[in-house]
């Protein structure tokens, strides 16, 4: 399984940018997710690495290595919708494992 | 939208009863999982069905089962509940079971008095 590790909450004000950092473990490793979820909501979908590097898409990129059991969420020129939980999963086999959430709230 | 429907979004039990969560997949995905989410928590595996048959469990006890059914649809059984199973159960939805498109509905929420 993986032991998924992130902080709890981070602040941060409109239009600034919010670095999530995410450690898990590396065994049986087939790719890091990133959820978006806001209160009450379902986890919506961000982004999938499964390889080394950055992916960017749009205001949201997100970083892996593999090597190090490393990713992190990059959340670029923040809005207030984009005050919500962000999910870090690891994904072995076929489960997919979550960290607790990181709380983002942005403020104006 | 996901395409991922569950029903019903909101429902109270009392403990000792028994409940089923229904889920409807995403059209052409054949693999449906279980995820309980806690208050303040990540969501956690409880099972995933893969054409019909249980694929792959976490660590939940017996009294959580579940049903696939031919048009990949699925329910979750929880018996003789306990004031823990008070949750948020999200049902995702993928194309096969690697889950590397994993697309969640809008969840249940149970409260157990």
């Known amino acids: 399984g993986q032991n998924i590790d992130q902080p709890t909450e981070m602040t941060a004000t409109e239009g600034a940018i919010v670095q999530i950092n995410c450690t898990y473990q590396?065994?049986?490793?087939?790719?890091l997710f990133w959820y978006q979820q806001h209160a009450g909501e379902a986890p919506t979908f961000l982004s999938y690495?499964?390889?080394?590097g950055l992916e960017e898409k749009g205001r949201f990129s997100s970083f892996l290595s593999r090597s190090k059991g490393y990713s992190y969420l990059l959340l670029k020129e923040l809005q207030m919708k984009d005050s919500a939980s962000y999910l870090c999963a690891g994904l072995n086999d076929y489960k997919l494992s979550f960290g607790a959430g990181t709380t983002v709230t942005v403020r104006a | 939208e996901t395409g991922v429907t569950q029903s019903p979004t909101h429902l109270i039990k009392t403990r000792g009863q028994q409940v089923t969560l229904r889920c409807s997949s995403q059209?052409?995905?054949?693999?449906v999982s279980w995820y309980q989410q806690a208050l303040g928590q990540g969501p956690q595996f409880i099972f995933q069905y893969y054409r019909e048959e249980e694929n792959g469990r976490g660590n939940f006890p017996p009294r959580f089962s579940g049903l696939q059914f031919p048009n990949y649809s699925s329910e979750l059984n929880v018996n003789a509940l306990e004031l823990d199973d008070s949750a948020l159960y999200l049902c995702a939805s993928s194309p096969g079971t690697a889950n590397t498109e994993a697309f969640f509905g809008q969840g249940t929420r149970l409260t157990v008095v």
């Open positions: 590396t065994s049986g490793f087939n790719g």
């Open positions: 059209s052409g995905h054949n693999t």
């Open positions: 690495n499964v390889l080394d």
